[in-house]
């Protein structure tokens, strides 16, 4: 104990570790320096704060870590030259000061980080990310083609990813990368564009209310698929409808029969309008789903619309990915595509990282859910487990964050359908939601074998140790290193 102790505290008194330590912490939270104040308050061990991954050596993040480095290095220096013009009998006090400010110098610089942050976000960042903003509004306005925009709780990343494949078949398609959804992303992104592209899909994020309505009075889209709703978010946004307020605040800029919206999520009923075209497993726009058959390494179903009948083959991993398939194709066929090189890009599709991506290790068959962070994604995980074959099922998972006042009530709920999945053995990272999930396994009469890790990292890192040959494990959400 007395060994971990002195491993947390020892950092800050090498002054480039602590710097790394501070830049890296700045970093994680995304400069929100409310919660890197709360995160650096609430740190009891701080020799485990950077775990996960490391500081990104950004320009910001250099200009931090050396700054720290050098103010901390300095301020060293005086205390050990005040404390020897003690010790020569030059200054009387030199001791007491020189120690003094050896030993606040963490906490000090650690706090006082923030002003010249604040600053500097308030009169250079924010200006110059307002006119950026603002220049990739008139190109959004002036853009000739068609507007896509991308709107949900969960599912974005992988829907647009699936939409772009699909329809640069026969389009000029451009759209925003990997998971870059707010404001700044989208200028970077409207400021790239070559000016020949037909089509633009734009993946909007939603972080804190009024988002979804800035993002969209910014590009102006044409048409919009809303994903999902599910509590996300909380921590900004407070209730589940505040978030789908600002979901939907989409609709005031496009009309309400171009929205698709994801029927099966099972929040999202009450916020649908008469006009708005829906979709789900069982079809979409006319067409109708038929002879499924979930495979672990993908799915297989027909797809059709009066004497027209579509025979698709994905790569994509259970039953919740038939609506968002879906969707696309009646989109993709609406939009002149022909059936062709819909199912071609269909076939060769690969699930996004992280988001149910499988892949084999030491003969088990391991699905890769660890991006997903929303109760209707570990429903739909636990359905699809349930669903496979193995000769022995194991799930993982640490939780969700951002739960807000829907945390226990969430975390119950997984446990519940972990239980119905009926895995032979549950493991769980302990954190400050473990209780819960347990609470909801036993409430759930669930009989299967249940363990807690202490170290997720390590516990992963060495997955192969712990699975055999055919074996079924489903790894679902993973938690960044500013949660606990």
């Known amino acids: 104990m007395l060994k971990n102790i002195l491993n947390s505290y020892l950092i800050f008194y090498s002054p480039r570790r602590f710097a790394k330590l501070i830049a890296y912490m700045l970093q994680a939270s995304e400069y929100d320096l409310k919660a890197y104040l709360k995160w650096?308050?609430?740190t009891q061990d701080f020799s485990k704060v950077q775990v996960r991954k490391d500081l990104n050596l950004t320009r910001i993040a250099r200009i931090n870590k050396t700054f720290l480095a050098l103010i901390c290095e300095i301020q060293i220096l005086v205390g050990l030259g005040l404390m020897i013009?003690?010790?020569?009998g030059h200054l009387m006090a030199g001791w007491g000061y020189g120690l003094g400010l050896?030993?606040?110098y963490p906490v000090l610089w650690s706090q006082l980080i923030v002003v010249p942050i604040f600053f500097a976000r308030l009169l250079i960042i924010y200006p110059k990310q307002k006119r950026a903003i603002n220049r990739s509004a008139q190109i959004f306005k002036n853009f000739n083609g068609l507007k896509i925009a991308i709107v949900g709780s969960y599912g974005k990343t992988s829907m647009k990813e699936l939409l772009d494949a699909v329809l640069r078949t026969k389009f000029?398609?451009?759209?925003?990368?990997?998971n870059q959804n707010v404001a700044t992303s989208h200028a970077v992104f409207a400021n790239k564009l070559q000016g020949n592209e037909e089509i633009?899909?734009?993946?909007?994020?939603?972080?804190?209310?009024g988002d979804v309505a800035k993002f969209s009075k910014t590009v102006l889209p044409d048409r919009a698929i809303i994903t999902g709703l599910s509590p996300a978010h909380l921590d900004k946004y407070k209730t589940l409808n505040k978030a789908a307020e600002d979901i939907f605040s989409v609709d005031h800029y496009v009309k309400h029969n171009k929205i698709l919206v994801n029927a099966e999520s099972s929040y999202i009923k009450p916020y649908c309008k008469k006009a708005y075209q829906l979709y789900d497993r069982s079809g979409t726009l006319g067409w109708k789903v038929g002879a499924v058959q979930v495979l672990n390494n993908?799915?297989?179903?027909?797809?059709?619309?009066?004497?027209?009948?579509?025979?698709i083959k994905s790569n994509l991993l259970g039953r919740h990915q038939i609506g968002p398939i879906s969707a696309v194709i009646a989109l993709a066929l609406e939009l002149g595509l022909e059936p062709e090189p819909i199912l071609g890009a269909l076939k060769t599709f690969k699930p996004y990282q992280h988001r149910m991506e499988p892949y084999q290790l030491n003969g088990a068959y391991i699905i890769d859910d660890t991006y997903n962070g929303n109760i209707?994604?570990?429903?739909?995980?636990?359905?699809?487990l349930r669903e496979l074959k193995a000769n022995r099922k194991i799930y993982i998972t640490p939780g969700l964050v951002d739960q807000g006042p829907e945390n226990e009530a969430v975390h119950l709920r997984i446990g519940s359908y972990i239980a119905d999945a009926q895995p032979d053995i549950v493991i769980l990272m302990q954190n400050s939601v473990t209780n819960f999930i347990q609470k909801g396994l036993e409430k759930a009469h669930f009989k299967g074998k249940v363990e807690i890790i202490d170290d997720p990292l390590f516990f992963y890192n060495n997955l192969k140790e712990i699975v055999a040959k055919g074996d079924l494990v489903l790894m679902q959400n993973d938690w960044p290193d500013n949660y606990r």
């Open 298 to 311: 993908g799915l297989k179903f027909e797809l059709s619309k009066k004497q027209q009948t579509l025979k």
């Open 200 to 209: 633009l899909i734009i993946e909007f994020g939603e972080g804190q209310p």
């Open 102 to 104: 050896i030993i606040i």
């Open 85 to 88: 013009l003690y010790f020569t």
């Open 40 to 42: 650096f308050w609430s």
């Open 376 to 384: 209707e994604g570990i429903k739909a995980g636990c359905d699809l």
């Open 172 to 178: 000029k398609v451009a759209s925003t990368a990997g």
